[in-house]
């Protein structure tokens, strides 16, 4: 099965894909099986705060947060390849307001055998067990029969975040409602709209459209899908595209901004958005992005102010947009960031990512890009603890801005084993800096660096 079409990714909604049949692949080339149709780019905003909520399993658990407002508006364009298997969506709780603008996704999806993952000893549990956890060993896995289609062990087994999206009010998902299988357009965005918290499971392929979120602004929990931006090898593509400007003038794949927090992303894939893939700008606060390959297909950027030329504007990710301060700025502190076991993966060129303000800890990640013009980079006011992360064949795994935001910025290495791991790179691995480090406030197990390509390899992304 397929799914492509609007990323109904305002924050305050969670987007929770699982399988039903078919196995999807995580390369960013996609599946033999089928290609999708109408990419497009999310971005989720909104003000407020969100209720606490209920854990979100494999169809949801105890709790249902209530919120309200919100849109989300997606169109068109050519989609990156690829098959999917059924998912689904729980909203959690939310405030007033929260727009989303472009949107199309396509679910990744698992096998209703479970995700199998690297090394040895078998996941499993039997129908409507917990399952498996994925970790760096296991092969097969089991399922959890609690909705309408299997729930793959890895996901049924890990119902929580880890890092700053765990913090405050938690991010919790969808609550307990009956889960909800649709299987067209129209039907999905009948189950998305008012305000009630739901679980919604995805199935099929759906064209891009706008579409209302019913959902606030907070408690988002994002797995398992396939997000592609308008930009699939070529910027113009979007239409907000302006050839004065170039490639920035376009929207991300999705992003998080305005004051949405408590957001979740694991297990996705999200790539060739127009500007960016994934960014968390204006006051959002409270992300985890877990087990995530970012990727964009090869394309020149000529065109415009922003022009980088032959090496395409594939910039990923960007915390912060742009130099002035947070709302309230420095009494409040927010795009608060955990990175961990993410993959930057083919053709990423910078921004892996881009910090200003927050304090983004990133640990166990894998960056690969041959392409890179470097990964890691701390711009004014930001703090960044990187811990066991591997960096392999890559340009300047970590770097200032500049020479100002330095005097602002902090980077902060691990040592002993949560040593970093450089192989075969070149250019900067600055650390220290200006301003200031910061402790995580959250629980957090560190593999070692010598580990995580493998483990990152075999299960960042839907499965």
């Not at 990156?80 to 405030?95: C, P, R, Y």
């Not at 090898?233 to 050839?243: A, H, L, V």
């Not at 922003?306 to 309230?328: E, I, K, W």
């Not at 701390?378 to 591997?390: R, V």
Request: charge should be negative; include cysteine; proline fraction near 4%.
């Amino acid at each position: 099965m397929k799914w492509s079409g609007a990323l109904f990714a305002v924050v305050g909604v969670s987007l929770f894909t699982q399988a039903c049949g078919d196995s999807s692949s995580n390369d960013p080339s996609g599946d033999s099986a089928g290609s999708t149709t109408g990419a497009a780019a999310g971005t989720a905003s909104g003000s407020g705060g969100g209720s606490s909520g209920g854990a979100m399993a494999a169809a949801g658990s105890a709790g249902t947060p209530a919120g309200r407002g919100g849109t989300a508006t997606s169109a068109g364009g050519s989609g990156a390849a690829g098959t999917a298997a059924t998912g689904g969506v729980t909203t959690g709780g939310g405030a007033t307001g929260g727009k989303s603008s472009g949107g199309a996704a396509t679910t990744g999806g698992a096998a209703s055998g479970g995700a199998g993952t690297a090394g040895g000893g078998a996941g499993g549990a039997p129908a409507g067990g917990a399952g498996g956890a994925p970790t760096n060993g296991g092969s097969g896995g089991g399922v959890n029969n609690d909705g309408p289609c299997p729930v793959p062990s890895y996901i049924a087994s890990e119902p929580k975040p880890i890092g700053w999206a765990s913090q405050g009010t938690a991010t919790t998902g969808g609550g307990s409602a009956t889960p909800v299988l649709v299987t067209t357009l129209a039907q999905f965005k009948t189950e998305v709209a008012g305000s009630a918290a739901k679980v919604i499971y995805v199935k099929g392929e759906f064209a891009a459209d706008k579409i209302s979120i019913g959902s606030g602004s907070s408690n988002v929990i994002v797995r398992n899908l396939k997000i592609s931006g308008y930009g699939v090898g070529d910027c113009s593509k979007d239409p907000s595209y302006d050839s004065a400007t170039g490639c920035s003038s376009g929207d991300d794949a999705i992003s998080v901004n305005g004051s949405a927090h408590h957001v979740w992303f694991d297990h996705c894939l999200i790539m060739d958005g127009t500007d960016g893939n994934l960014d968390i700008t204006n006051d959002a606060d409270f992300v985890t992005v877990s087990w995530t390959k970012f990727a964009y297909t090869p394309r020149t950027d000529n065109q415009g102010d922003d022009s980088t030329g032959a090496a395409g504007h594939r910039f990923s990710n960007l915390v912060g947009g742009t130099d002035t301060a947070p709302t309230n700025w420095p009494s409040t502190r927010p795009l608060n960031v955990t990175w961990h076991h993410n993959w930057w993966a083919d053709n990423v060129v910078e921004r892996q990512p881009r910090v200003r303000y927050g304090r983004n800890h990133l640990f166990n990640n894998y960056y690969n890009s041959s392409a890179s013009n470097y990964c890691v980079r701390a711009g004014i006011e930001a703090s960044i603890l990187l811990e066991a992360n591997a960096f392999d064949g890559v340009k300047s795994p970590h770097q200032f801005n500049n020479t100002d935001n330095e005097s602002t910025a902090y980077i902060e290495l691990g040592t002993g084993d949560r040593a970093n791991s450089y192989v075969s790179t070149s250019g900067t691995k600055v650390d220290q800096g200006g301003g200031s480090k910061f402790t995580p406030p959250y629980t957090y197990q560190v593999d070692a660096a010598s580990a995580v390509a493998a483990a990152v390899k075999a299960n960042a992304g839907p499965h």
